[in-house]
């Protein structure tokens, strides 16, 4: 029976395992206050990135939910797109904060730069932008309108562990630039997350962040601490961070592979609407667009390839749905699909890729 190919797949070996036998072994295998190797998972990803200070917490959403935390965003608003993981905004919402949605760029489906001061009011606070299948939104725009209406910039960088803009890995631009870790993700751990800091008040966040990833738990010698804030269980555990250590050293590795199939379907895939190729992009996904949508889906399940949908546009959930009109997001949800793009993939699997999206769309 042939191997079905899957969307995504991690891409894990012996160093894996050894990593994770040595914390098992250890009975060593969390600490709501991050020691061990989930501290020096942060060390490492700071020096990575190249940020001022970074936090591990237990997933891209409990990074999302604690970022924008840091602002005080209680009936503010913050601006960002509608074609993102719904984690995206429910952080938002948790916080107090009200969604405020921008159509996206055709061509890249990062939120369209050019649309953002049109809808900044006395209420915004925040603009977070999504790095959408781990290609750059342009940061020097962005970051020059933050500077021109004095806010905050939180980039969700999900997709974008190892991603660059201009040669700097994206980790060391916005206030804050949160990661997941999920298994599914360039840098798989079993769970995992992380905020990268660049804010000037970066040690007082970190210490802020420290408590409130952990039911806010503070001045902490031995068995005595305090309590001067709410928090949540969102600390690392050693497994993923042990995994994490790991999957960082060979994250640049992994992620040219990927580069390099997304050349070939750059290159040979016959489809007009499809992922640009960009040398600094880490290419968590790549995208099409097609016109029967469910059609080609089923058309390639049945070859034994697995396809996604990344995303159903928020504002039209039932708990965002709104009057606004998003022409680019609404026709890219109706048709945009995401085939296998990840190290696992063999030249075969590449080819019959090809060659069935070139049939099949």
Known sequence: MKRKIKLFEPDIGKDEENAIKRVLKSKFWASGAGTGKVFEFEKKFKKYVNSKNCIAVNSGTAALNLALSIYDIKNKEVILPSLTFVATANAVIMNGGKPVFVDVDPYTLNIDTEKIENSITEKTKVLLPVHFGGL???IDKINSIAKKYNLKIIEDAAHAAGAKYKNKKIGSYGNAVCFSFHPIKNLAMPTGGLISINDRNYKKIRTLLCAKRWCGITNRKNTDYDIKQIGDNYYMNEFSASIGLVQLKKLDKLNTSRRKIARRYSQEIKINSKMQFDDHCSYHL????????????????EHGIETGTHYKPIHTFSLYKSKIKLKNTENIGKNVVTIPCHSNLNEAEIAKIIQLTNKFS
């Open 136 to 138: 750059s939104c342009n």
């Open 286 to 301: 790549y995208w099409i667009l097609v016109k029967n949508r469910n059609k080609f889906q089923k058309r390639m399940a």
